[in-house]
């Protein structure tokens, strides 16, 4: 067994033991900042959107059978899908039980909503855009402003034929027959300076909430993007000009571009050449940054083999388990969406904070949704691009949901049931194994609980798989998100639990799949306090 196992296994009891070091305490005043900083270099702006960024959010969440992804990107089509992830989109006002209400209305503690769910807020990944002559841009590495909805061009110059190179000759040939690339950083300090040793563990389910969301957002409008997560990251790290314990490429999502090349790009290969790098740095906001051994042990045990591809069908014995036979079966009906755009879904995405109201109850149909759409997410990285080996699987604590006996349930998304784990109210259960109080969460119609086999996933896969296993819990909670918001329904997602207990409370003892995350799901409180900051 490598490091990871024991990195999650910390992780799980971190509720009952802490992580190291136990007395950290974050230096608010000194944080980084939420965004990649370069100096000197000059932004290029980006069209806001596109005339079919009205695709129905439905068929991205639930695509029917058969569906094509056959589209190609555009400009426009790339620049609406970065503004509507992780673009900044509005402000957030709203009165909620959050601890950083109070510094809200002071510019220099604004927080910024983005389409895409962020860990505690900090939002680490960072986008580069290497694009090939194919695209509309001079070829080089580009970096996504998210303040400025821009592009900053990092190195002048072709270097797709490294990334291809980078990728490996196994990789899918999605990905070795493009020259526009997706490369997603993950700046660790913008992250470890709040959760410290915590953090690998945090930036992995933010890796998974951004490529989920670009699939939602793509298979709306019948084009696909799906991450690569097994390639040579030294050589990545190297081309933006990083060792990778600073910041580290965790994937690299192909883009099929349009006017592109049908087959492989014409290369000479780059054999004994020495490949160019970025030379531009991030002007760093903290005036002091820690490192801590727990984060390096991690990024050095997932990055030793990255470059060695899991083998078709290595992943199915990771694969989530069948719903168990006994309990009480409660059938839901059939899961259904309304044609909602997809653009204003990504805007209204918030966590509700203290906001659910136990008065209107979720409905059947409403978990019925976010239920089947959560159970359907797989990131159909390199490892099963197919996307056929279902990774998570959900657990249902009912609360107040129209015609559901109260307790706590698992989904069966083959059958598009409940079956009955244990009888009860389990608000009061929630609210005691929860470590914050900025939820209300037996006031929530439902709390799903998304589990992953971590453990198998390690052993079918690697170390490296950890990415891999937690991405899924990550591209669940993106995917809850959106949902809820398509429902018109509040939402929350939160990694601050006793995941022991959640353990012992659904029977999973004898087993080995890991509650990940917990995610209140509710009608909210009407009239809620707000602040229009746009037009005032």
């Known amino acids: 067994m490598g490091y990871a196992h024991e990195y999650a296994d910390a992780v799980l009891h971190r509720g009952r033991v802490p992580m190291e070091p136990a007395d950290f ?73 959050n601890s950083d209400l109070a510094g ?9 909503s983005r389409g895409t769910a962020g860990g505690g807020g900090l939002y680490p990944v960072s986008i580069y855009w290497a694009s090939g002559p194919s695209g509309p841009l001079t070829p080089g590495i580009h970096h996504y402003d998210v ?59 933010d890796l998974g909430t951004v490529v989920q969301t670009w699939k939602i957002w793509a298979a709306a409008r019948g084009l696909r993007t799906a991450p690569v997560l097994w390639f040579d990251e030294p050589r990545l790290n190297g081309l933006l000009g990083t060792t990778g314990t600073e910041e580290a490429v965790f994937a690299v999502v192909p883009l099929r571009w349009e006017g592109g090349h049908g087959g492989p790009p014409r290369t000479g290969g780059t054999s ?16 002091t940054v820690l490192e801590f051994p727990t984060v390096r042990a991690m990024h050095a045990a997932t990055t030793e083999r990255a470059a060695e591809r899991p083998a078709p069908g290595a992943l199915a014995p990771a694969a989530a388990l069948p719903a168990p036979a006994g309990g009480t079966r409660v059938p839901l009906p059939a899961p259904a969406f309304p044609g909602t755009p997809v653009r204003r879904v990504l805007r209204e995405r918030r966590s509700s904070f203290g906001r659910f109201d136990a008065a209107r109850p979720v ?13 359907a997410t797989t990131l159909d990285s390199d490892a099963d691009p197919a996307g056929t080996v279902r990774l998570a699987r959900l657990y249902a604590f009912v609360n107040h949901v129209e015609g559901v006996e109260p307790g706590a349930y698992a989904y069966d998304p083959d059958d598009g049931a409940l079956r009955l ?16 109080a900025n939820y209300n969460l037996e006031q929530a119609g439902a709390v799903l609980v998304p589990t992953v086999r971590t453990t198998a996933v390690l052993d079918a896969v690697g170390d490296r798989g950890y990415r891999l296993a937690v991405g899924t819990a990550g591209a669940v909670a993106q995917t809850f998100y959106v949902a809820a918001a398509a429902l018109e329904l509040g939402a929350g997602v939160a990694l601050g639990f006793d995941n022991i207990a959640h353990i012992e409370k659904l029977g999973l003892g004898d087993g080995d799949e890991a509650p990940l995350l917990i995610m209140p799901l509710g009608n909210e409180r009407p009239r809620p306090a707000d602040f229009r900051h746009e037009i005032a």
Not at 104 to 109: A, E, R, S
Not at 421 to 436: I, K, R, S
């Open 25 to 97: 305490v974050p230096d608010w005043a000194d944080a980084p900042r939420k965004g990649k900083f370069y100096p000197g270099v000059e932004p290029y702006a980006l069209p806001d959107g596109d005339d079919r960024a009205d695709a129905p959010v439905a068929r991205g969440l639930l695509p029917p059978d058969g569906t094509p992804y056959d589209g190609r990107f555009t400009l426009p089509l790339l620049a609406a899908m970065l503004k509507d992830s992780y673009g900044l989109t509005g402000r957030r006002l709203g009165i909620q039980a």
């Open 272 to 287: 004994g050449t020495p490949d160019p790098a970025v030379r531009h740095r991030d002007a760093e906001r903290s005036r």
């Open 363 to 375: 409905t059947p149909a409403q978990l019925s949704a976010v239920l089947a759409a959560c159970a």
């Open 104 to 112: 809200l209305p002071f510019h220099t503690h604004a927080n910024w």
């Open 147 to 205: 303040h400025r909805h821009a592009v900053q061009r990092l190195l002048t110059g072709d270097v797709t034929d490294r990334v291809r190179e980078a990728l490996g000759p196994l990789a899918p040939a999605e990905a070795l027959e493009t020259d526009q690339y997706l490369v997603l950083g993950v700046k660790y300090w913008q992250n470890t300076f709040k959760y410290n040793s915590f953090s690998y563990h945090v930036v992995c389910t």
């Open 421 to 436: 784990v244990e009888p009860g109210a389990p608000g009061a259960f929630l609210q005691d194994t929860y470590f914050l």
